[in-house]
């Protein structure tokens, strides 16, 4: 029996990297307020995500949570939302 109705956990950040065949590294950015000093500081993250929509350096895609794909990849890209600009 499967559950289709899973909400699936999707973020979104830019393309820093796509020089792996299938691969594309995915730095997330978000603010958080510092625990002392309760200023906002900006955390980042970088994220292997599978591409299969063509995603190039630049681009602000939206990826989604999946199943291990590898070692690091965890994660796809479920659209472009903007492309980088030539």
């Known amino acids: 029996?499967?559950?289709?109705?899973k909400?699936?956990?999707t973020l979104e950040g830019r393309v820093i990297s796509n020089k792996m065949e299938k691969t594309v590294t995915?730095?997330?950015?978000?603010?958080?307020?510092?625990p002392l000093l309760g200023k906002i500081v900006?955390?980042?993250t970088?994220?292997?995500a599978q591409n299969?929509?063509?995603?190039?350096?630049g681009d602000v895609v939206r990826i989604a949570e999946c199943r291990p794909l590898s070692k690091t990849k965890h994660?796809?890209?479920?659209?472009?939302v903007t492309r980088a600009e030539a």
């Open 1 to 5: 029996m499967s559950d289709n109705n």
């Open 7 to 9: 909400q699936v956990r």
């Open 26 to 34: 995915v730095l997330v950015e978000r603010q958080v307020q510092h």
């Open 42 to 44: 900006r955390r980042s």
């Open 46 to 48: 970088k994220l292997h």
């Open 52 to 57: 299969d929509l063509g995603a190039n350096e």
């Open 75 to 80: 994660h796809r890209v479920v659209e472009i």
